[in-house]
């Protein structure tokens, strides 16, 4: 019998001895404060609370090494009493947040649906862009359109009744990507605007309630004044907002699909480059533990905690600028080649040519350059999908297999024209070297990431050196859930299954056989890059 609590003793007396309760004890009271959100009124769903539920917690850029700086009883005890995957990476492009959500609700690669990153140029050319006004709306029309299945489609296969929710803090197009597609979902999001501090932090005015059209939650949780809350605010309290309103639709709803993006990690990794603030970031992990454990909390106190498939999980890392490359040099090098990045891009390493006809000479001339800090640079054939180096690039096996399989799965008439492979922990940036952060790039600090599975069927203490992808998350879901889900990128992660099916246990054998090497290559080449020894990489089976 699993007997998850909200902070396990062990876990208790470590943090004790470590002083850590100190440091949570402000947020503890914080918490206690809306630990019971004011009922909702209005009607309730005909969805019972029999059968599977699903609780999906993102943790926003954190890197699996953020883990170790303070302790997180409730993360711990779920880690205990589930599957985790130790070498567990995002194993597609872009490694951001709009891809990666798209992903976990679909279970299927970027190159099919259809979201590239934040911005890119569409097969006319034109750009498309989620950062403008309008952009929420656009990205739910594009995982429509694109016509892939999503996660809440699975679950009403069984449960036609049941709510579907994404909810993130600050991010509308975390929750959008999640909860897009099918229109009876709910997504909600706190509008707010983010100011950064001189202290490496972000600030928030006042807070309110936002959705997207046709994804409107109930009025009365929308016009809830417990969620108009007046600024400035700090990262943790966004993160607080966010599980307030998955508390407030829970106690009143009881949606059987809940998504909840996390975001605040990766907000204060970007404004300080994470591992080189670790003050900072200690924060926000015991802040995110204390939200799981209220979330958690509620599936118990409800006694629906043996019936829900819990899922808590990383979009992509976050690497700090512990080297810089000169932007502008490597932008000008491109220039001299006869074309130029796209005028409204915002991305440095994924690159979209005003003339897409010139992406051999682009690539060839920024190799020319001999910068140390870049591994490779690809470029798309024209017209086509397929990506290449130019002729005497220094990259080299294993590691051009890895990024043969990563660039393919965004590969198509969207995805960029140029490819910079940078080293680990290095950023086209003139930052001060160490003070921020960014997860474009492609090394194993952006995609190396958590991944815990834990509910009905699933193996407890199990630690799995299998290399999970965030595309296996919706394969593996339908699976313990007894349906099949065709067309899918991802596979059944049988091994973390109490009585997995002997032929989803092959399949995922296979790949093991496919993966293994890749990620041991993104591993060790980190490693060459950091200059140390490769030890995190030797458990991976290759
Ligand atoms: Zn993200």
Redesign the pocket.
Same mark, same amino acid.
């Given at each position: 019998m699993r007997k998850v609590q909200a902070v396990s003793r062990s876990a208790l007396v470590r943090a004790v001895r470590n002083g850590v309760l100190l440091l949570l004890l402000p947020l503890l009271v914080r918490s206690s404060i809306f630990a019971e959100p004011p009922a909702l009124p209005g009607p309730k769903c005909d969805d019972n609370l029999k059968g599977t539920r699903i609780l999906l917690v993102?943790l926003?850029?954190v890197r699996p090494d953020y883990l170790d700086l303070v302790p997180m009883p409730n993360l711990e005890a779920i880690q205990q009493e589930g599957t985790s995957y130790e070498h567990a990476w995002v194993g597609q492009l872009i490694n951001?947040?709009p891809p990666? +959500?798209a992903t976990i609700n679909t279970g299927v690669f970027p190159r099919q649906h259809g979201v590239i990153g934040f911005e890119w140029a569409d097969q006319f050319g034109r750009w498309i862009t989620l950062f403008e006004v309008g952009g929420e709306e656009r990205l739910s029309k594009l995982l429509i359109q694109s016509g892939v299945p999503t996660l809440a489609d699975l679950v009403r296969q069984i449960y036609p009744c049941a709510h579907s929710v994404a909810i993130s803090g600050p991010?509308a197009h #975390?929750a959008v990507a999640m909860g897009g597609h099918t229109s009876a979902d709910w997504i909600l999001y706190a509008s707010s605007s983010e100011q950064a501090t001189p202290e490496g932090s972000a600030q928030y005015s006042d807070v309110k309630p936002a959705t997207v059209p046709g994804h409107e939650p109930p009025a009365e949780l929308l016009q809830n004044r417990a969620l108009y809350e007046p600024g400035p605010l700090g990262p943790e309290d966004l993160d607080r907002w966010a599980v307030d309103a998955a508390l407030m639709l829970l106690q009143r709803y009881q949606p059987r699909l809940l998504m909840v993006?996390l #975001?605040e990690a $990766?907000v204060v990794g970007h404004a300080t480059g994470g591992t080189t603030n670790p003050e900072n970031m200690s924060r926000v992990m015991a802040s995110l533990d204390e939200q799981l454990g209220r979330l958690i909390d509620w599936y118990r106190q409800e006694g629906l905690l043996e019936d829900t498939i819990i899922v808590v999980i990383? $979009? +992509?890392g976050m690497v700090p600028n512990e080297r810089n490359v000169e932007p502008n040099a490597i932008f000008k090098a491109l220039n001299d080649s006869g074309t130029g990045r796209h005028p409204n891009a915002t991305a440095r390493t994924h690159i979209w040519l005003t003339d897409p006809s010139k992406g051999s000479e682009a690539a060839e001339a920024i190799s020319t350059l001999q910068e140390p800090a870049i591994l490779g640079v690809y470029y798309k054939e024209p017209g086509g999908s397929n990506y290449l180096l130019p002729p005497g690039s220094r990259l080299e096996e294993p590691m051009r297999a890895t990024l043969s399989y990563l660039l393919s799965t965004y590969a198509g008439p969207t995805s960029p024209d140029l490819v910079i492979i940078l080293r680990e922990n290095t950023l086209l940036a003139k930052w001060p070297e160490g003070s921020h952060g960014l997860?474009g790039e492609i090394t194993w600090g952006t995609q190396h990431i958590v991944f815990t599975l834990y509910g009905p069927g699933i193996e407890e203490g199990r630690v799995s050196d299998y290399p999970a992808r965030l595309v296996d998350i919706v394969p593996t879901v339908a699976s313990l859930m007894g349906l099949t889900f065709q067309d899918r990128d991802g596979v059944v992660l049988a091994d973390a299954f109490e009585k997995p099916a002997s032929e989803e246990l092959v399949v995922q054998q296979n790949m093991q056989r496919v993966l293994g090497p890749l990620v041991y290559a993104l591993c060790a080449q980190s490693a060459v890059d950091r200059g140390v020894p490769a030890t995190e990489c030797e458990s991976i089976t290759k």
């Open positions: 993102v926003d850029a951001n947040t990666s +959500h991010k #975390a993006n #975001a $990766d990383s $979009d +992509h997860h």
